[in-house]
Each structure stands twice: as structure tokens, then as C-alpha cells.
């Protein structure tokens, strides 16, 4: 990993560019900008029983680190139960998707795509997904939403539906 010229970087709890994406709060602490495009870090906090449809990634390798809450992840064939201290590294070309625990919300670190600026510090209402955006989204970042259930037995957001989408091309963070 590059850091821009100047130095590191440090950032607090709380901050970071604070981005609505579906219905979770993604605070970036490190973009593609940070890192010469090498990786992007970016701290979620997802709602009880939150779940993006299966998709799989086309360029680049996801991994989720679960810091507070619990999560069912499938990948591929696999599911696993990710609690506090979880690791999970979901390599491209593998559909996957996660489903945040009934009991309470989730945060997580992982790899993501922009989403749409926070109007505050807190979840977005929830709202149904704008499939034209993700499709918008998945052609730019090379990812493509698949078929199957989502991890843990649901099918994603409620009203979602299942379309496939693929481009060429790397994500700048």
C-alpha cells in the first residue's frame, strides 16, 4: 500500500466521510484516493437484520472484519457465523452475501464501493434499494449480483430484485 506523499493518516472514532449505502452508515477511512487505489477501508454499521443480495466481485477480494454484532456470511458453498473478532476474506468471482443477526445491529470493517453522503451520524431510514444505482455501481466497480439466497436463508433486502450486472475497470475508492 502507497500513502500520498506527506505522510500517514490518522482518523478518531466518528471520523471519516460519512456515506448512506443501502441502508447502512459507511464511514471511509481509508479511499482508493488514500491508497493509490491499492485498498479501501471502510467502517459499516448495519441495522438488524440487514442483507445485500448475493453479488460476487469481479476484480477485487472483500473481507469484512466484525467488530461488534453478529452476521451469518456465505460464500460459495460456505456459511459461517462471524461474532466480534471475525475474520472473513470473500475472494472475487465467488457469489456472497451476509445477513446482520435479528438480534441487534453490526459493525463491521470491510472493502466497499461509494455510496451517497450522510445527513448525519446515524442509519438512513430504511428505504427500498435503487436497483438502477447498484446495477450503476456493480457495471463501475466490476461486481455482479447473482441468483441464490443471501447468507443465513433471506434474499436480501425486502423488495430487492436479482439482476446481473458486469464492466471492466478498477474502483477508485
Known amino acids: 500500500m502507497t500513502i500520498h506523499t506527506g505522510g500517514g493518516r490518522h482518523l478518531a472514532a466518528g471520523q471519516g466521510e460519512a456515506i448512506w449505502f443501502m441502508d447502512t452508515l459507511m464511514t471511509v477511512k481509508a479511499s482508493g484516493r488514500d491508497t493509490s487505489d491499492a485498498l479501501s477501508v471502510v467502517e459499516v454499521f448495519c441495522p438488524a437484520g440487514f442483507g445485500p443480495p448475493p453479488h460476487l466481485h469481479h476484480r477485487d477480494d472483500e473481507a469484512l472484519y466484525v467488530l461488534d454484532g ?3 456470511v456465505s460464500c460459495g458453498e460456505q456459511t459461517w457465523t462471524a461474532t466480534p473478532g ?21 459493525r463491521v470493517l470491510t472493502i466497499n464501493t461509494p ?6 451520524l446515524t442509519l438512513p431510514d430504511p428505504q427500498p434499494p435503487d436497483v438502477p444505482a447498484l446495477l450503476a455501481l456493480a457495471a463501475k466497480y466490476g461486481h455482479e449480483f447473482v441468483s441464490g439466497p443471501a447468507a443465513g436463508g433471506a434474499h436480501g433486502q425486502p423488495g430487492a430484485t436479482t439482476q446481473t450486472s458486469t464492466a471492466p475497470g478498477r474502483p477508485a475508492g
Do not use: E
Open 86 to 106: 471475525s475474520f472473513v476474506l470473500l475472494p472475487r468471482g465467488i457469489p456472497h452475501a451476509f445477513t446482520v443477526a435479528a438480534t441487534g445491529p453490526c
Open 115 to 120: 455510496g451517497r453522503p450522510a445527513g448525519r
Open 70 to 72: 453478529q452476521m451469518t
